[in-house]
């Protein structure tokens, strides 16, 4: 929804366009020394904390580097405040990009990414991860297909997207003082010709640094150090994708820690771990004494049988477990 037609900022303006968006998401045409460009604007909730998202933005952008995954990690070309009826919202300004992986994938039928995409995907992805963990020294924590965005490669979409604004534009309302406009439907079944580059984005639960503590990931892609209370590091981001990988490639989550009843357990999530890629390392569990809840100081499980755990039978693992197996360069050939 958008409640802002114009903003001014200085000497650049940034116009109300329309277009696709979310919650606080729009397209906008910025016109700075009398050019025009399209960018993305993206209106924060205002809140009394500083922006994490903006901070690590700010971070990356002081960072000198040539590394060439720079190219696929999404950053900021701008930023500046505004004053609302609830507070002070912090503005970004950043590249328009076209959708999802996860908005792609639900428009294939199967679902599942092809090969070629899927390969093309992961080694865009891992470059922007390099970037960010070597050089920038950034780890995201919220690996997963709607965060890895597809850049827009035809300009022209976007000017569809206005032009379709201005000849009929988005139904609205007026609540008190402000104007409510409904967010435009989006079909990228009509753009495909527009699609380019992954990017990785949304770095508002990224933290700068080598190694942190606390709970981090959705719960499908939690890495086991993060359940484990251990510390952690820029692993985690890798674990993360590996797991996403699995929802492109095979329409459905490689892990249940909701399991059948919908509480979450930890204990059923590592049972599945543990059937599919077998035990931890021995040096693995002397690092946090959570993992004492699990396995006693021999290695042994204090739980019983580990896969009276599982939530979900595996049979529907192991076709596509086997066929990676047999050839683990599936996943990274084109043919």
Not at 156 to 171: I, K, M, N, Y
Not at 240 to 254: I, K, S
Not at 294 to 323: A, C, D, M, Q
């Amino acid at each position: 929804m958008r409640s802002l037609s114009t903003i001014q900022f200085g000497l650049e303006t940034y116009f109300k366009t329309g277009t696709k968006c979310s919650a606080n998401w729009g397209l906008a045409q910025i016109r700075p020394s009398g050019s025009v460009e399209t960018s993305a604007l993206k209106i924060c909730i205002a809140s009394q904390k500083p922006n994490r998202e903006v901070q690590v933005l700010r971070h990356i952008a002081a960072t000198q580097t040539k590394h060439s995954g720079a190219f696929f990690v999404r950053t900021m070309q701008a930023s500046f405040e505004i004053e609302g009826p609830t507070g002070v919202h912090q503005c970004l300004v950043q590249e328009p990009l076209l959708a999802s992986l996860s908005d792609l994938q639900n428009t294939l039928n199967p679902t599942s990414l092809t090969e070629d995409i899927l390969k093309t995907a992961l080694q865009q992805i891992f470059a922007g991860l390099d970037y960010l963990h070597s050089d920038a020294h950034v780890i995201h924590t919220d690996i997963q297909a709607k965060n890895i965005m597809l850049s827009c490669s035809d300009p022209t979409v976007f000017e569809e997207w206005d032009a379709a604004e201005r000849g009929e534009p988005s139904p609205r309302k007026v609540d008190g003082d402000r104007v409510i406009y409904k967010s435009r439907d989006f079909d990228l079944r009509k753009y495909m010709r527009g699609i380019g580059r992954c990017v990785i984005a949304d770095l508002g639960m990224a933290r700068i640094g080598r190694q942190h503590e606390g709970f981090i990931q959705p719960d499908v892609y939690r890495a086991p150090e993060v359940m484990l209370c251990m510390p952690w590091n820029s692993a985690a981001d890798i674990w993360n994708v590996g797991v996403m990988v699995w929802d492109l490639f095979e329409e459905e989550h490689m892990f249940h820690p909701g399991g059948s009843d919908r509480k979450q357990s930890n204990a059923r999530m590592l049972a599945e771990m543990i059937a599919l890629l077998g035990p931890p390392p021995r040096d693995f569990l002397p690092r946090a004494d959570e993992t004492l809840a699990y396995w006693n100081h021999e290695g042994k499980s204090s739980l019983g049988y580990w896969p009276t755990l599982l939530s979900t039978p595996l049979t529907g693992f192991i076709r596509p477990v086997e066929r990676v197996r047999r050839d683990p360069e599936l996943l990274f050939r084109g043919d």
